[in-house]
T-cell receptor
Framework: AQKVTQAQTEISVVEKEDVTLDCVYETRDTTYYLFWYKQPPSGELVFLIRRNSFDEQNEISGRYSWNFQKSTSSFNFTITASQVVDSAVYFCARTNAGKSTFGDGTTLTVKP | SAVISQKPSRDICQRGTSLTIQCQVDSQVTMMFWYRQQPGQSLTLIATANQGSEATYESGFVIDKFPISRPNLTFSTLTVSNMSPEDSSIYLC???????????????FGQGTRLTVV
């Protein structure tokens, strides 16, 4: 199976700290898509970002930024100046033909 | 984007009974996916619901336990049969968001069904 690995099970930071969530993926596909989702305590999945395998341009969107490095099969996610409302479980996922493989998730706790 | 309505949002069921979860999409989609999220775990794909043909199940999941219907391009049901406490999970349906030339834009998820089996 082509795995998605999120090595960090839990991260705890104090508000306003920056935090980076790591994601490493396996794939034999030449074309694939990578995603980050947020799952707050309410349980719904919130889409954050998508990248395709041909687009290694890193991006900043507000307090969020992403670092996609195909050479190391990594797709890391950074929250700048974290806030309490960022507390959630964050999932990295790889999708091909609509089917998604998820990492085990990283539980982020932001303390006031 | 796709809007997905999933029902029920939560249920508490007795062991040995069955529960059918409904997933309605506001647009026609070729594929619908059913995922399970056990407590504290990640999402695992149960099966792909194909309109007009049998569902395709992932390793570890069987039709007798998780029968799926897909009567049209906007609707699917997942039944959790002969439930045991180990089936207590969140069940989510999902559809791909396809951009031009079938490119995955993202996946859209229902709100989930939180099932507790007692």
């Amino acid at each position: 199976a082509q795995k998605v690995t999120q090595a960090q099970t839990e991260i705890s930071v104090v508000e306003k700290e920056d935090v980076t969530l790591d994601c490493v993926y396996e794939t034999r596909d030449t074309t694939y898509y990578l995603f980050w989702y947020k799952q707050p305590p309410s349980g719904e999945l919130v889409f954050l970002i998508r990248r395709n395998s041909f687009d290694e341009q890193n991006e900043i969107s507000g307090r969020y930024s992403w670092n996609f490095q195909k050479s190391t099969s990594s797709f890391n996610f950074t929250i700048t100046a974290s806030q309490v409302v960022d507390s959630a479980v964050y999932f990295c996922a790889r999708t091909n033909a609509g089917k998604s493989t998820f990492g085990d998730g990283t539980t982020l706790t932001v303390k006031p | 984007s796709a809007v997905i309505s999933q029902k029920p949002s939560r249920d508490i069921c007795q062991r040995g009974t069955s529960l059918t979860i409904q997933c309605q999409v506001d647009s026609q989609v070729t594929m619908m996916f059913w995922y399970r999220q056990q407590p504290g775990q990640s999402l695992t794909l149960i099966a792909t619901a194909n309109q007009g043909s049998e569902a395709t199940y992932e390793s570890g999941f069987v039709i007798d336990k998780f029968p799926i219907s897909r009567p049209n391009l906007t609707f699917s049901t997942l039944t959790v049969s002969n439930m045991s406490p180990e089936d207590s999970s969140i069940y989510l349906c999902s559809v791909p968001g396809l951009g031009g030339a079938g490119v995955d834009t993202e996946a859209f998820f229902g709100q989930g069904t939180r099932l507790t089996v007692v």
